[in-house]
């Protein structure tokens, strides 16, 4: 079992930044590729970003390209989501997730979510 706890939402303007934390706790952080996704009001839940367990390896979804990052730190046993260049459309609940498999845009451990606001 994976426990995942995200931080970090905010309401910002837009061309703000933010960065979100998530916090993993329980099976060794290293045996898992992590996940960003998010839902916006009305819409279904999109995937945004995955780095795979030693984080050389990094995918994200053609509407964030250029503008989040996300990373790893294996130490602290937490993943990060870098936004930059906000837009409106990026206001969702994130989510972090958690699975064994680099693709999997259904992973097995989510956390609770946290909220994104950007203002125009």
């Known amino acids: 079992q994976v426990q995942l706890l995200e931080s970090g939402g905010d309401s910002v303007q837009a061309g703000g930044s933010l960065r979100l934390s998530c916090a993993a706790s329980?099976?060794?952080?290293?045996?898992?590729?992590m996940y960003w996704f998010r839902q916006a009001p009305g819409k279904e839940r999109e995937f945004v970003a995955v780095?795979?367990?030693?984080?050389?390896?990094?995918t994200y979804a053609d509407a964030v390209k250029g503008r989040f990052t996300i990373t790893r730190d294996k130490g602290k046993m937490t993943v990060y989501l870098q936004m930059n260049m906000l837009k409106p459309e990026d206001t969702a609940v994130y989510y972090c997730?958690?699975?064994?498999?680099?693709?999997?845009?259904?992973?097995?451990?989510w956390g609770q979510g946290t909220q994104v606001t950007v203002s125009s």
């Open positions: 997730a958690a699975d064994t498999n680099y693709v999997n845009y259904n992973p097995n451990y």
């Open positions: 329980g099976r060794p952080f290293s045996n898992y590729a």
């Open positions: 780095i795979n367990w030693s984080g050389s390896l990094t």
